[in-house]
């Protein structure tokens, strides 16, 4: 499981299919993790990844329809900057 500080949240529902997450154009080294739960001390981790290709994180699971998921980019180390975040279903 990924350390991330304090993570940028985005939900999403699905139908159940391959949901994939890329950080690709990100200015920045990033890390990346997706979550279901409906609170941060509830949080199950789904799926995370640091440095797919290059500095560019991508996680890939898959979605049920009805569920909501918790995506969270922060920056590796210290670093920090503008996200790109880009999804596919």
Known sequence: ????????LAMITAQFRLATRQTGGSSFDTI???????????????AD???????????????????VYQIAVDGHGVESGSINLLLQQ
């Open 1 to 8: 499981m990924l350390a991330l500080r304090t993570p940028e």
């Open 32 to 46: 990346m993790a997706a979550y279901t739960g409906g609170s941060l001390a509830g949080l199950s981790l789904v």
């Open 49 to 67: 990844n640091d440095d797919y290709v290059g500095v560019t994180s991508q996680i890939s699971f898959f979605a049920t329809a009805g569920t």
